[in-house]
């Protein structure tokens, strides 16, 4: 981050072209998955909001805490970017979310994305079954929520210290576990994913935070100041 033009000057630049960004003061990062047919159909699946940790997707939760007019000018955003690039199959538009409620278009990814892997349990249709129809020239299924969730990637550290404990979040009735077969665990490399289903958005993090500290021989428990701790063995 350069805070003025004075950082040129010690800043640790790569010998090539390189692209000055604005600081963009988000709140929040959102994300919308979307699939749009090659006759123009689309079908948007809700706001996810999303939370990264180092620069990596930590936590995706459906629906986004944000208003549902602002909900609705990020899909049809999404949408209409799908559109003008006349996209047929699943697509990702991330965003971020300003304080005064506008919406700026941080990410464009054309396939399947990792915040939208939410769909495969909470979601009538799921987006690998959406981009199938679409590029087979099927209708599109329904995109509808079930229920709200959230869905936590598993990263290669969680292998640290061993095998994760399946059997411990398999504990959590209400938790799917999904592994993506990677014989080598890295740290941040994405291994897996957990979703959890609650009634309500916040009550679903919490449930799928408690089911992956579980995978860690821990137990997450929340403050009421909005800060996360583990407690080891129990």
Not at 42 to 54: K, L, M, R
Not at 73 to 85: F, G, P, S, Y
Not at 173 to 189: F, Q, S
Not at 198 to 225: I, V
Request: proline letters at 8%.
């Amino acid at each position: 981050k350069l805070k003025g033009p004075e950082d040129l000057l010690s800043a640790d630049l790569p010998p090539f072209p390189c692209v000055l960004e604005a600081w963009v003061p988000f709140v929040m990062e959102v994300s919308v998955v979307l699939a749009r047919g090659a006759d123009g159909a689309t079908a948007v699946f809700p706001v996810c909001e999303s939370i990264h940790e180092h620069h990596i997707l930590a936590a995706t939760i459906v629906p986004a805490r944000i208003d549902p007019a602002v909900a609705a000018r990020a899909e049809q955003l999404a949408a209409d970017v799908a559109t003008m690039l006349g996209v047929v199959g699943v697509m990702a538009v991330e965003m971020f979310l300003l304080s005064d409620c506008s919406l700026l278009v941080n990410e464009i990814a054309p396939r399947p994305h990792n915040s939208g892997h939410f769909p495969l349990d909470a979601c009538v249709t799921d987006q690998f079954e959406q981009q199938l129809r679409a590029v087979c020239g099927l209708p599109l299924g329904s995109p509808g929520l079930l229920r709200p969730c959230a869905m936590v990637n598993l990263l290669g550290d969680l292998w640290n210290r061993g095998e994760p404990d399946w059997p411990a979040a398999a504990s959590f009735g209400e938790v799917k576990i999904h592994l993506y077969g990677k014989d080598v665990a890295k740290p941040g490399r994405k291994m897996g994913h957990l979703t959890a289903m609650a009634t309500t958005a916040d009550a679903a993090l919490a449930r799928a935070r408690n089911a992956r500290a579980a995978l860690r021989g821990g137990q997450l428990f929340y403050d009421p100041a909005g800060i996360w701790y583990v407690r080891r063995g129990v």
